[in-house]
């Protein structure tokens, strides 16, 4: 029986807690450092390091920015912890033949296609569109709402935001992220951000640019 630790305490611990009850979690810890601990119904929040680990065998990030999870999933390897079996809410549907890697969560009313694969972490939130075929990296975090079409391919540590479109056939590279709302129509390259509809491209830090 895995004994799992939730590393985070705010609303997405909230969220899991919600779906898959308080009975599935050994405990939550929260990173001084990163968050604030919200309410956690039912588990017991811990900041020190040494004793959240010493009940856990096993962990899932409860966390949506992509930097907490890296940081966070870095931990937990180095203290010997393992990524969790998948959790699936009952309501959504994997295909049979769509695979999920360890420390992967589905939300609610999520559909998963036939021939996908989401990588290790990967957090499908509520209301998620997998097509067919569509492959995700590790750490890949898909927000409410948003549809991912057939053949996709997202690098790791991508976050692509609530109600976001992508279209069939394109690839994000790594470390992409994609806001709310963005209709992605073209493939990108590494670190992009994009934003819209049709998506362009913001330069990081910079003024909106037409890519
Ligand atoms: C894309 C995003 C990460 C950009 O954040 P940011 O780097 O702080 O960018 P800024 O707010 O400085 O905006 C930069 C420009 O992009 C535009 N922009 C930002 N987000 C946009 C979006 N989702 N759609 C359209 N335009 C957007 C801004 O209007 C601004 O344009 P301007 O320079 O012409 O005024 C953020 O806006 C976003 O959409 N995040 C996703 C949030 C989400 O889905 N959360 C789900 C909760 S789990």
């Not at 305490?9 to 604030?36: E, H, M, N, S, T």
């Not at 959240?52 to 010997?80: C, D, F, K, P, T």
């Not at 492959?135 to 976001?164: P, R, W």
Request: charge should be neutral; glycine fraction near 12%.
């Amino acid at each position: 029986m895995e004994k799992v630790l939730l590393l985070g305490a705010g609303a997405l611990a909230a969220d899991l807690i919600d779906l898959f009850g308080a009975a599935a979690f050994v405990g939550a810890y929260v990173d001084p450092a990163f968050q604030r601990a919200t309410h956690v119904d039912g588990v017991t929040i811990q900041s020190d390091w040494a004793s959240a680990v010493s009940a856990a065998s096993h962990y899932v990030l409860a966390s949506s920015s992509i930097e907490h999870r890296a940081r966070a999933s870095a931990q937990a390897e180095r203290a010997g912890l393992h990524p969790a079996s998948p959790m699936v809410s009952p309501t959504s549907r994997l295909a049979r033949t769509a695979k999920l890697a360890p420390g992967g969560v589905v939300g609610h009313f999520c559909a998963v296609g036939p021939a996908t694969s989401v990588g290790m972490h990967g957090l499908l939130m509520h209301g998620v569109v997998l097509g067919h075929d569509a492959v995700l990296g590790d750490n890949v975090v898909v927000c409410a709402g948003a549809a991912i079409a057939g053949y996709v391919k997202i690098g790791s540590g991508s976050f692509i935001g609530t109600l976001a479109v992508l279209a069939p056939n394109i690839e994000l590279g790594r470390d992409c992220v994609v806001g709310a709302g963005a209709a992605c129509l073209r493939s990108a390259p590494h670190r992009s951000l994009l934003v819209g509809n049709p998506a362009r491209r913001l330069p990081v830090g910079g003024a909106p640019d037409a890519g």
